[in-house]
């Protein structure tokens, strides 16, 4: 399993979040998932929102088109990614 896998409407990302961090980053690529460290802290939503602000700006896609599939309470998370073909969000995100 990769960290990024197509669906008909985009993609989704397996994100395993580090909250609280010293800045918001992706930390890298450990086979199955991609880490990215969040400045928020994980009370009331607060690092969730941070990660589809960081990926929506990142990928370059609306706000709207980022969300979170599964994981909200855990630090690893399903995003989906509405409109963005893989190859976009592996070139954004690894760059």
Known sequence: M??????????ILTVKA???ASRTEVAGIEGEWI?????APPVDGKANAA????LSKKVGCPKGSVEVIGGTTARLKRVRL???????ARTALES
């Open 18 to 20: 580090v909250p609280r």
């Open 82 to 88: 509405h409109g963005v073909t893989p190859e976009m």
């Open 51 to 54: 990660l589809t602000a960081f």
């Open 35 to 39: 880490r990215i460290r969040l400045l």
């Open 2 to 11: 990769s960290w990024l896998e197509p669906v008909k409407e985009g993609c």
